[in-house]
Nanobody
Framework: QVQLVESGGGLVQAGGSLRLSCAAS????????MGWYRQAPGKQRELVAV???????NYEDSVKGRFTISRDNAKNTVYLQMNGLKPEDTAVYYC??????????WGQGTQVTVSS
């Protein structure tokens, strides 16, 4: 059974930091890309950051310089360090994993709320 277990969300004041973690298990043939998406109320889900198994990273423009994505391939775990948080970062954050066969998997989502 495939599971993506997220942790680390919460409530923080503007300018603060949070670290999200997501551990993937049960994905046969391994994980290629891992990343984080977010969805704010009334908005579409958007990509925040993605990292390949080789370590290549891409970020959404509004988080560049503030967020850092990293992963531990041995543990199939991806992290998102979020610094300088802004109220507009408030959203449900979803972990995503794409297997080497191209199958997409999603976590259950974790709420991040940034107060002004």
């Amino acid at each position: 059974q495939v599971q993506l277990v997220e942790s680390g969300g919460g409530l923080v004041q503007a300018g603060g930091s949070l670290r999200l973690s997501c551990a993937a298990s049960g994905i046969i043939f391994g994980v290629n890309f891992m990343g984080w998406y977010r969805q704010a109320p009334g908005k579409q889900r958007e990509l925040v950051a993605v990292i390949s198994s080789g370590g290549d990273r891409n970020y959404e423009d509004s988080v560049k310089g503030r967020f850092t994505i990293s992963r531990d391939n041995a543990k199939n775990t991806v992290y998102l360090q979020m610094n300088g948080l802004k109220p507009e970062d408030t959203a449900v954050y979803y972990c995503h994993a794409k297997s080497r066969l191209g199958t997409d998997y999603w976590g259950q989502g974790t709420q991040v709320t940034v107060s002004s």
